[in-house]
């Protein structure tokens, strides 16, 4: 609690009484907001670290898809660098034509699911040539991620996710943009704990370089705000090599030297000097009714947890609440990267990174022009294969402790909602605890009774409506969303109080594009063309 000024308020308490901290619809203490940015060097080496974290989300995608496909890795390295090229293309077009938030676009786990039962597929079991069986199933998830796309750009350009917005009050918003990045947390020390004496010196090394240091220096200390992470990474990467060349796992079992050892990725020597990624490179895409439907589920998923890291990502730079109209522009266009991911035949669809998002608050630097930048490093890296292959050969462990800080950044800027409700009306009490609740626990069923049974708890004959509600219910942002949503929708909406318990009075003038004078600064389109294609 702040300390207040004089006054006000019951009980005799003079001009000492304690006061709650003042709402700030602007998150204070960032060094650069959305529409500044930090000078060169500094700007490059941010959106450098923005690359660097961006790659771990595409390798363990790509670990777990290529085998299944038949794959092995030479195809790892060509589907790494589609992925980075795309995702630097997608990242560009967001943060120009989409919602213009510092957000890098990504290969999104919601599309595993499918992408995952396309590769099981008995369909493709005739073909005995592992390298002509990759192909017919990257033809087949292109297939499934164009007709996705689209479902995602109706949803998104004929306004229909605007609607949604418009109706999302911020105690609704606090369950699903937490467990965008709470839901995540298998991702963390889980994996982190595969090389426990490689992940946990990198997890203690960038709070001690992030936290600890810049608050008992005087001077300097924003070189260790802005760069913890580059540092940290490089630090603790350089001591994994010594592990390896000093033959530290020489003896250990398989799966540890896949975690531990630097040089067990295999993509370095598989990689390419430069190579393009082109459209439809696997072949022309196949079509098939139930694989398009169980991906627009996954559509829909992506849609969900991007606009929980849109929201954050707005906080971090310093924004203000993102207007309706602009989240459903920014899906729209998330419906074209989709769409790109399909012609160019990346093995997943496209979302934004809740990584990223967390990386804004590590480094305070919420700015547009750093993550342009991250996105040029992503297409400049897809080219050069080889050198791109170099960072992608980070050990795993290293990526996953950098993941238990940015995802807690995420979950914290869901929390941070909580400042606009009335936290002492049972209604709230209710909906954020059983919102939040349901949000990990129904998902944890899904997940566990997959695990162990081989399938879902929903085993029609339909694979495709199977896959369908596995998506959607193993996904904690989108069973927080939809439980959140439908309650503040439904429960007590009659109530006089229910309206400023709910913090709704303190998102009114975002509903509409011009209803705030500071929209304009942080979401206008570039080149005057909003002046073509108004935002409502």
């Known amino acids: 609690m702040a300390v207040g000024g004089g006054g006000g308020g019951g009980g005799g308490g003079g001009g000492n009484e304690f006061q709650p901290h003042p709402v700030k619809e602007q998150l204070p203490g960032i060094d650069f907001c959305v529409s500044s940015s930090p000078s060169w060097p500094e700007a490059i080496l941010v959106g450098f670290q923005h ?13 777990i898809i290529v085998p299944l496909m038949g794959g092995g890795n030479v195809e790892k390295a060509e589907l790494i660098n589609t992925f980075l090229f795309v995702g630097g293309i997608n990242t560009l077009l967001q943060t120009f034509f989409g919602t213009r938030l510092p957000v890098v676009t990504g290969p999104s786990y919601a599309f595993l699911i499918p992408v995952i039962s396309i590769a099981l597929s008995r ?25 996705s796309s689209f479902f995602q750009m109706i949803v998104g350009f004929f306004g229909f996710w605007r609607i949604f917005a418009r109706f999302l009050s911020p105690l609704a918003a606090v369950p699903f943009i937490t467990l965008t990045g709470l839901g995540l947390f298998a ?119 991007s606009t929980g890291t849109y929201i954050a990502a707005a906080r971090y730079g310093s924004a203000t609440h993102v207007p309706p109209s602009v989240l459903s522009r920014g ?72 993941y238990c800080v940015l995802f807690a950044y995420v979950v914290s800027a869901g929390l941070a909602f909580l400042q606009f409700c009335n936290l002492n009306s049972f209604r709230s009490k209710f909906i954020l605890g059983f919102s939040l609740f349901m949000g990990l ?13 081989g399938q879902g708890p929903v085993h029609t004959r339909s694979i495709w409506f199977n896959d369908i509600v596995q998506v959607i219910f193993s996904s904690p942002a989108t069973v927080a969303a939809i439980v959140a949503f439908l309650l503040d929708s439904t429960f007590s ?25 500071r929209t304009e600064e942080f979401y206008a389109l570039p080149w005057k063309l909003n002046r073509f294609f108004p935002s409502f």
């Open 187 to 305: 991702r963390g020390f889980p994996q982190l704990a595969k090389c426990i004496e490689v992940g946990l010196p990198e997890l203690i090394i960038l709070i001690v370089l992030s936290q600890y240091i810049p608050s008992v220096l005087k001077s300097n200390k924003v070189i260790f705000v802005r760069f913890a992470l580059v540092l940290s990474v490089v630090i603790v990467w350089v001591y994994a090599e010594i592990l390896t060349a000093a033959g530290a796992y020489n003896r250990r079992s398989v799966k540890t030297q896949l975690s531990c050892r630097t040089d067990r990725s295999g993509l370095i020597s598989a990689a390419s000097w430069i190579r393009v990624p082109y459209p439809f490179q696997w072949g022309r895409p196949t079509f098939n009714a139930g694989d398009a439907f169980a991906m627009m589920a996954s559509g829909f998923v992506a849609i969900v947890e």
């Open 331 to 402: 899906v729209g266009w998330q419906g074209i990267g989709t769409f790109l991911d399909g012609i160019f035949g990346a093995g997943s669809g496209s979302t934004a990174s809740v990584e990223n998002a967390g990386l804004l608050g590590l480094t305070r630097v919420g700015s547009r022009r750093v993550v342009q930048i991250a996105a040029a490093f992503m297409i400049f890296f897809s080219v050069l294969g080889k050198f791109g292959a170099v960072i992608a050969s980070i050990p795993l462990p290293i990526v996953a402790a950098l």
């Open 123 to 147: 369909r493709f079991s005739d073909n005995v040539d592992p390298h002509e069986r990759f192909k017919q199933h990257m033809r087949a998830v292109q297939g499934a991620l164009i007709v």
């Open 51 to 63: 690359y660097l974290v961006v790659i771990g989300s595409i390798v363990i995608i790509s670990t």
């Open 441 to 453: 626990s129904v998902p944890q069923y899904f997940n566990e009774y997959l695990l162990l049974a």
């Open 493 to 517: 909406r009659g109530h006089d109080s229910t309206r400023r318990d709910s913090g709704r009075h303190f998102w009114e003038k975002f509903r509409f594009y011009n209803q705030d004078t």
